[in-house]
């Protein structure tokens, strides 16, 4: 059975000091340790250490092969998004990520598949990028829950939108810079309490400003089984019922009309909890995915799936149909 991990991140092995050619900021690169192991530096701050499966390909391959995976779907790291940059600094970071993705997807073709990161803070860079991530091969895009604070219902994100589905680019939606962070470090809380509220904050927006309804062929995935989304989606529904003149004020339909529109992975470590995912979602629009190579993630490849009692069926359609539909991909590529 073709497996296909959805939800992966890579980095370049080697990153420009862009903080030092640009005099400004907190961007990422890496200082490299004996132990192959790297430091991820935020503007001179130690930030994270990774290990060499951040950004060795074939040393990927290798750990995917060990729980029958042979494709990824690969997107760079959260913290690189760096949304607060100036726009033309933006898409220089964007254009060097891309086309190190590009340059991968191209040498194994059945085994990544590559989406792109665009500088959301500028709309007609953003498009610029898109435009140009598309004709080297990516097959859609990766963006933050929010965009320096702001909703992803803001009118100016709309023509990125409406250019994704134009171009019939997919778009994942990742949780990052997580609300009250600064507030609730203790006990990594912006990680388990955090990123599953953003990525509801992301979903109820693009719900609520009305850009699924305006834009009914964006093919869209929300990370980490769409967060808090669907486990609260009857308190959300309920204040669309019960308090229309604060909800439901830029879209009319119910949030739950939704359910089954968009894409989710199935990153929840507990097979309870994605059978009730399932069960509102169908498993046609449950795609596999792991966070790979981070410690939070689902590093097993689904293997609580597989050891589930899940039809054969649906574990087909989340190891790899319901990714190649919301990616618009041919299984015989990877074949």
């Not at 140009?132 to 859609?140: E, N, Q, W």
């Not at 629009?285 to 490849?301: A, H, K, M, N, T």
Request: aromatic share 12%; hydrophobic share 40%; charged share 25%.
């Amino acid at each position: 059975m073709l497996k296909i991990d959805m939800h992966s991140h890579i980095i370049p092995k080697n990153l420009p000091n862009w903080t030092e050619k640009f005099g400004y900021g907190k961007f990422i690169y890496l200082n490299h340790n004996e132990d192959r192991s790297a430091d991820m530096m935020q503007g001179g701050q130690f930030f994270r250490r990774i290990k060499e499966n951040c950004w060795d390909e074939d040393l990927r391959l290798g750990e995917y092969e060990q729980f029958q995976t042979q494709t990824q779907v690969v997107c760079t790291i959260p913290v690189l998004f760096s949304y607060w940059a100036e726009p033309k600094h933006g898409l220089e970071l964007s254009e060097y990520l891309n086309n190190h993705i590009a340059e991968l997807v191209a040498k194994y073709p059945k085994n990544y598949i590559g989406l792109a990161t665009i500088p959301m803070q500028d709309t007609e860079l953003a498009i610029k990028e898109l435009e140009r991530a598309k004709a080297i091969g990516h097959v859609g895009i990766q963006i933050g829950s929010n965009i320096n604070d702001e909703n992803l219902s803001e009118e100016r994100f709309f023509p990125i939108f409406e250019a994704c589905e134009r171009l019939g680019m997919a778009v994942m939606i990742h949780p990052w810079q997580m609300m009250g962070f600064d507030s609730m470090k203790k006990y990594w809380l912006p990680w388990l309490v955090g990123m599953p509220a953003e990525t509801s904050r992301a979903a109820c927006s693009m719900i609520f400003g009305g850009v699924l309804e305006r834009l009914p062929n964006l093919r869209v995935c929300f990370s980490h089984a769409g967060g808090s989304f669907l486990p609260t989606l009857g308190r959300i529904e309920h204040g669309f019922n019960c308090r229309p003149d604060l909800v439901a004020i830029d879209n009319e339909v119910n949030p739950r009309d939704y359910v089954g529109k968009f894409w989710v992975d199935c990153i929840t470590h507990d097979i309870d909890a994605l059978k009730y995912i399932l069960k509102m979602q169908g498993s046609k629009r449950v795609c596999l995915g792991s966070d790979y190579p981070f410690p939070l993630g689902d590093l097993e490849i689904g293997k609580f799936i597989e050891e589930s009692d899940l039809s054969t069926q649906d574990k087909e359609n989340i190891f790899s149909n319901s990714t190649l539909e919301w990616l618009n991909l041919n299984k015989s590529l990877f074949l």
